[in-house]
């Protein structure tokens, strides 16, 4: 019976440091909010794989997994960066280099490809390619925007946003795909979802705390990169 109790002690007394430990609950707090928004996700399979085609799920994929290459390219990697600086404003001045440096490089990228349409193609899909062409604009932009958030939101200990933040994403993804694919929109349905679901996001994790430096020049963007 001591065994038993001194074993339960010490297990008690472990969970006692755990929970007081800043670092083990930040871990577990935002862990668990991505673990709720997978399980959500995952629920809404079978729903949205009734509503929407194979063709379109095909259509959504090769965007996405393309618009993706280009997320990485077009932010330069500061996104990472944001976490390093001691000072909030020289992170904000990280941060909105990296929104109009993924903006600026974004836009240019799909000019190309908008431009040099007739001579080649960024993806083959069974709608508009120009459709596709600005769905993907419009994914780059915000979706990185979104993750660069994420980032800053960490930096700045707000694990209580870091947690709903998935959890929103999942409830919006369903709310938002399921009429859409009911009025048969297709691949455009599923990336309008990610488009809104990820502002939605955007919007929740900038709440109360602008990531944006609003003194900024081109003389910081030189300075950042």
């Not at 001194?6 to 991505?34: A, C, H, R």
């Not at 390219?73 to 280099?97: N, Q, V, W, Y």
């Not at 999942?170 to 399921?178: D, F």
């Not at 990336?191 to 996001?201: A, F, G, H, P, V």
Request: proline fraction near 2%.
């Amino acid at each position: 019976m001591k065994n038993m109790k001194s074993k339960g002690e010490i297990m008690k007394s472990i969970f006692v440091k755990l929970k007081g430990n800043g670092f083990f609950t930040s871990v577990m707090k935002v862990g668990s909010g991505n673990l709720i928004g997978q399980l959500l996700s995952l629920i809404s399979t079978p729903i949205l794989s009734r509503i929407y085609s194979t063709t379109a799920y095909g259509d959504q994929a090769i965007i996405t997994s393309t618009a993706t290459i280009i997320v990485n390219l077009s932010i330069l990697g500061l996104s990472s960066a944001i976490m390093e600086p001691r000072d909030d404003i020289e992170a904000k001045k990280i941060f909105t280099t990296g929104f109009w440096c993924n903006l600026i490089i974004g836009t240019a990228l799909i000019s190309i490809c908008l431009i040099g349409s007739n001579c080649f193609k960024l993806f083959n899909i069974s709608q508009g390619y120009f459709l596709g062409l600005f769905l993907t604009w419009l994914y780059i932009i915000i979706v990185n925007t979104q993750l660069m958030s994420i980032v800053y939101t960490n930096r700045k200990g707000h694990y209580n946003k870091l947690f709903l933040n998935p959890i929103i994403g999942a409830i919006c993804n369903i709310l938002i795909a399921i009429p859409l694919g009911l009025l048969g929109v297709g691949f455009s349905g599923f990336l309008l979802t990610t488009i809104i679901s990820n502002l939605i996001m955007l919007i929740h994790m900038s709440s109360g705390e602008n990531p944006f430096y609003k003194g900024f020049r081109l003389q910081d963007a030189f300075y950042v990169i």
